[in-house]
Every structure is written in C-alpha cells, then in structure tokens.
C-alpha cells in the first residue's frame, strides 16, 4: 500500500489498529506500556514516518478515563500509570468522553484490517464476561435469597421490626 491511499487513516485509528494488534497477538497479556503500543504502530508502518500525533493519542486523546484534551475518544483505558488497553463497553470513563468513539469505522479501516473489528467485539465481550465472573461482589448476588425464601420481603422486613418502638 502507499502514503497515499494509507494518509487518509486518522491518527486514533491508526492507535487503535497498533492496541488491537498487540492485544490479538498476545491474548494472555492484560496491558501494554504506552511505548509498545507506539513501537507496535511504527512497526505496522501505516504512514512513515510516524506521525508525532501518535504517541500524544496514546498517552491523552484516545484515553477514556482521562479528561478530555482536546481529543475525546474512547479506545484506550488506562489500567495504570504508562499502561494501556483498547476500551471495552463498561469500562469507566471520564463525563466529557460520553458518546464518543470507540473502535474505527469499517469504512476507516486500510484494506487487511477489517477482521480487527470482528475480533474486537468478541474479545471486548469475552472479557466483560470474564471480568464479571471474577468479581466477588458479583459472585455473591442473590446469596442471600434463602433469608426469606418463603416468605415476601415486605413481610420479612416486617418481622424483623417486630418489638421496635
């Protein structure tokens, strides 16, 4: 492929491209360093050189769980300090982000990396399962059901009031 034909990718979709990448070649990995991901997108070489905005929209732009400044995109979440991952629906973000995108558009995408996006909404899925199967508070919903079982909530609150004055 040419400049050309690839100059028309955005800069968040070329971030995003180098997240989705790293995060598909090695599936066991939670995050990545800002470095990689930015090292994974010189690599992929949509555009040389790399453009300087690439790295800016690592570290600000693209980030959900950070202020807005001035882009407002959702496609990455910082897990920590310097570490990044794509986001995923239910993830936290920052009020000024809300509505805004998160993975390219088919249409954006250079020719190649269409099934990048197939492959994100399984694993953006896959890992919202996953996390909600690990998370003890979610484990423990409806464990106190037995309590009253056989009889209505209204009606147990009741008994427990009883002799209250």
């Not at 598909?24 to 790399?50: T, Y």
């Not at 896959?126 to 909600?132: P, Q, V």
């Amino acid at each position: 492929m040419t400049n050309q034909l690839l100059g028309s990718v955005k800069v968040a979709d070329e971030v995003w491209i180098a997240a989705a990448l790293l995060q598909s070649e090695q599936p066991g990995v939670e995050d990545f360093a800002v470095e990689e991901i930015v090292e994974r997108a010189q690599r992929e070489g949509l555009l040389k050189p790399l453009r300087p905005g690439v790295y800016v929209h690592v570290i600000q732009h693209c980030v959900a769980n950070r202020a807005p400044n001035p882009g407002r995109y959702r496609m990455l979440f910082e897990t920590a300090e310097g570490k990044r991952r794509l986001f995923r629906d239910g993830d936290p973000y920052h009020p000024g982000r809300e509505g805004s995108k998160t993975k390219p558009s088919p249409e954006d995408l250079p020719a190649g990396y269409e099934g990048l996006l197939k492959w994100y909404e399984e694993w953006s899925r896959n890992s919202r399962e996953k996390e909600i199967e690990n998370d003890p508070l979610l484990q423990a919903r409806g464990s106190g059901r037995h309590i009253w079982a056989d009889e209505h909530a209204d009606e147990y609150v009741r008994r427990l009031r009883e002799g209250w004055e």
